[in-house]
């Protein structure tokens, strides 16, 4: 029984920037079956509220300066919120880091 929750599991990789917003995890795991990122991300969202508004604006869309990648593929280039999902999706969520000289 434990690999069939584990089929369905879903990981985001959260970078330090956004961690503070879930309770310090670099990593988060979804026991869910989200059928696109749209649907995994409002789980990340009910387990972390505060995520919700450093990753998506006010009309649900990922923010300009966030990048979200499915299994190493950036979501802009994939269908954005409506990129599918399989079981065993790892998501990665990094705002875009500017400065320098």
């Known amino acids: ?14 970078t330090g ?8 995890a670099s990593e988060v795991n979804l026991d869910a079956s989200p059928a696109d990122v749209r649907g ?14 450093r990753i998506t604006n006010e009309t649900g869309a990922v923010r300009v300066h966030v990048n979200v990648f499915v299994n190493g593929e950036a979501i802009k280039f994939t269908g954005g919120l409506s990129t599918p999902l399989w079981d065993r999706a790892t998501l990665h969520v990094m705002p875009a880091i500017s400065g320098g000289s």
Not at 17 to 24: H, I, K, M, S, V
Not at 45 to 53: V, Y
């Open 17 to 24: 920037p956004l961690r503070q917003w879930a309770d310090g």
């Open 1 to 14: 029984m434990r690999e069939d929750r584990d089929a369905r599991l879903i990981t985001f990789h959260l």
């Open 40 to 53: 995994a991300l409002a789980a990340l969202f009910a387990l972390h509220p505060g995520l919700r508004d």
